[in-house]
Nanobody, 123 residues
């Protein structure tokens, strides 16, 4: 089992920045591929970014490219998402997810999920 706890969400004005964190426990963090997803009201949960287990490769949704940066600190068992130039369309609950199998861009590719952290971007 893996426990994931997100933090760092909040209310920010358009153009601002936030850094989300996801603390992992219960399994060797460095053996997990990690991802960030988000879900806006009335919409499906969508892929944002992913990172391989030793951070050799990162992947982003088109909406996140150039503005968001995913990173991880395996010594601290923590995943990060640095979000810059935020837009009102980025408003959503952000979830971190873990997979011991393979990196994935889809929800079903992840076995473990956090409870989410709310990000609200005002115009």
């Amino acid at each position: 089992q893996v426990q994931l706890v997100e933090s760092g969400g909040g209310l920010v004005q358009a153009g601002g920045s936030l850094r989300l964190s996801c603390a992992a426990s219960g399994r060797t963090f460095s053996n997990l591929h990690m991802g960030w997803f988000r879900q806006a009201p009335g919409k499906e949960r969508e892929f944002v970014a992913a990172i391989t287990w030793i951070a050799r490769n990162t992947y982003y949704a088109d909406s996140a490219k150039g503005r968001f940066t995913i990173s991880r600190d395996n010594a601290k068992n923590t995943l990060y998402l640095q979000m810059n130039s935020l837009k009102p369309d980025d408003t959503a609950v952000y979830y971190c997810a873990a997979s011991p199998r393979q990196l994935s861009y889809i929800r079903d590719g992840y076995d473990y999920w956090g409870q989410g952290t709310q990000v609200t971007v005002s115009s």
